[in-house]
């Protein structure tokens, strides 16, 4: 992102789950990339907001926001992710720009279920595919990207900074498909 002249900003907005804030923060520090906390407990929204205006203030060009991993069967959660979308909007006109769903490349076909309530909740525009390190595939991510039409953006393949890497489709489908010898 620093490469393309992007100067990020980093919220801890999941204030639910323990160490989640901490966690992001060491990120935050390795990367040298600042970061904008909520507190245990707190009300994401109200980070995100908070963010977005210290982002304008300090001239941060953009914000990316680390939301609770929640299931899409659970309406409250849906419900305060979709109030996260709305307060974008009201903190800085046409935001966000970009929603990227986060999915496990080993959920198989409850990924299908979880990429359409939160598109439907959430107006997901991209998609993120983990823990294709080891032996998952992300095969539900065909049926995702021809029903929804999302695109993948990154693609997880280890757990070090370097390994969140662009999509390239071709080297997705030969890890998929190997071609017979």
Known sequence: MRDAGES????????????????????????????????????????????????????????????AGRLHTKGHLMDELGK?????????????????????????QNAIQQARQFTKDANVTGL???KLDGTAKGGAVFAIVHELGLP?????????????????????VDALLPRAA
């Not at 923060?25 to 908070?50: C, H, K, N, Q, Y």
């Open 8 to 67: 990020p900003l980093l919220v801890a907005a999941d204030t639910f789950r323990a160490a989640a804030i901490e966690q992001l923060e060491t990120w935050a520090s390795r990367l040298d990339i600042p970061i904008v906390s909520g507190r245990p407990d707190g009300d994401p929204a109200a980070v995100v907001f908070d963010a977005i205006n210290a982002a304008n203030a300090r001239g941060n060009s953009t914000v990316i926001a680390d939301t």
């Open 84 to 108: 996260i979308v709305r307060v974008t909007g009201r903190a800085r006109e046409g935001a966000p720009d970009e929603v990227l769903l986060v999915l496990d490349g080993t959920a198989g």
């Open 128 to 130: 993120v595919i983990t």
């Open 152 to 172: 993948v953006k990154y693609l997880g393949v280890g757990e070090k900074a370097d390994d969140l890497v662009p999509m390239d489709a071709r080297a997705f």
